[in-house]
């Protein structure tokens, strides 16, 4: 099946990010008797001009990636300070395997149907392989990064906040750019005190911090 859009869904985020991030920052001074019921939205702000981020660490968030390509979750796992688990192809198999097809190439029917006869030999060549009897963790050789590979990806606030100021810049991959997109309208309703600085433009699928 052909994949156009990718798709994000929140696992799980901490209880409370804002608060406990509050708290964490305010040990560094001993100012915990300043805590307010909204007190943690200032501070945190002010934390984050100040490049005081380290406090961000202490809360984390998780996601489900589908409908994004082996080609994106090579990009993705290189940011290491953050936890993965995702499809296997030595122990899934890739007979009926999805892909996603570019925009550049999915608007110019000439290089659409090169790209769908490539995608339809690779599935051919794999299948072939596997009725040889060749192990799924070998046969895997001959897939292109275009197959949908699902991850489950955590990291915590700070890492976030790298991943967008680096990925969500315009001459990032467009792949890249709308999954870290989707992350961040997410994040901006789950703690807008962290994530409400960053400035999405739509249009051009990027977002850039306020506070840079």
């Not at 001009?49 to 090579?74: C, M, V, Y």
Request: glycine content about 4%.
């Amino acid at each position: 099946m052909e994949i156009f859009e990718p798709g994000v869904t929140l696992l799980a985020v901490t209880p409370e990010p804002e608060k406990l991030i509050e708290e964490a920052g305010r040990t560094c001074y001993l100012s915990l008797d300043k805590i307010t019921d909204e007190s943690e939205k200032n501070f945190i702000r002010n934390a984050i001009k100040r490049g005081h981020q380290s406090i961000l660490e202490h809360a984390t968030a998780s996601f489900r990636i589908t409908g994004a390509s082996r080609a994106f979750t090579h990009q993705l796992v290189r940011h290491r300070i953050a936890s993965f688990s995702q499809q296997s192809q030595r122990y899934v198999e890739e007979n009926e395997f999805n892909f996603i097809v570019p925009p550049e190439i999915s608007g110019n029917p000439g290089a659409l149907e090169i790209y769908r006869d490539f995608i339809e030999q690779s599935r051919q060549a794999y299948s072939k392989l596997r009725q040889a009897g060749i192990k799924k963790e070998d046969a895997r050789f001959v897939l292109p990064n275009a197959l949908e590979s699902q991850i489950v990806f955590s990291a915590n606030f700070r890492e976030l906040r790298s991943i967008f100021d680096l990925r969500l810049e315009k001459f990032a991959q467009w792949e890249f750019r709308k999954v870290c997109l989707s992350m961040l309208k997410i994040m901006q309703e789950k703690a807008p005190s962290v994530f409400g600085d960053y400035e999405i433009d739509e249009e051009n699928i990027t977002a850039k911090s306020s506070f840079k």
